[in-house]
């Protein structure tokens, strides 16, 4: 966390970031540092949230990990190939007040059964699965070769 006095900028050394010589502020320095440090190893996008929702996002994942999530590939094997053609999501009791995430690389599902999906910039496909009161079983419309 930066506190107000890390946003001064007018009474600082220059620094030298990414080539460039000027003032900037702790926050400033950080966030460029790191920005660019970040998108050196990867082509995600970069999401900020605000504190608010950070929260949320914490006490929802807390909820999940109570929940128990687990998933179940199911395979096929034909020949020499074995792939994965499908998964079942499942939790403690089937149920669990917030969705279950599960990462899909290189498809997607046959039927989203109430799900939801997410996919920001190039990053895999997120499905979202809500459970209440049955385990959920998707069939993927490209098996994955394993």
């Known amino acids: 966390m930066f506190?107000?006095?890390?946003?001064?900028?007018?009474?600082?050394?220059?620094?030298?970031i990414n080539g460039v010589t000027k003032q900037r502020s702790l926050l400033q320095m950080w966030v460029e540092t790191i920005v660019n440090r970040f998108t050196s190893l990867t082509t995600w996008p970069l999401i900020t949230l605000k504190q608010d929702d950070l929260v949320t996002v914490f006490m929802d994942r807390m909820t999940k990990d109570q929940c128990q999530p687990k998933l179940r590939n199911i395979y096929s094997a034909t020949n020499t190939t074995m792939k994965i053609t499908g998964f079942e999501v499942s939790a403690s009791?089937?149920?669990?007040?917030?969705?279950?995430p599960v990462t899909i690389p290189?498809?997607?599902?046959?039927?989203?059964?109430?799900?939801?999906?997410?996919?920001?910039?190039?990053d895999p496909l997120t499905l979202w699965v809500p459970l209440s009161g049955a385990a959920k079983t998707f069939q993927l419309s490209i098996p994955l070769t394993v």
């Open 3 to 16: 506190h107000q006095a890390n946003l001064r900028v007018t009474d600082v050394s220059s620094t030298t």
């Open 93 to 100: 009791g089937n149920q669990c007040s917030v969705p279950i």
């Open 106 to 122: 290189g498809g997607t599902v046959t039927s989203l059964q109430g799900s939801t999906t997410e996919q920001v910039g190039n």
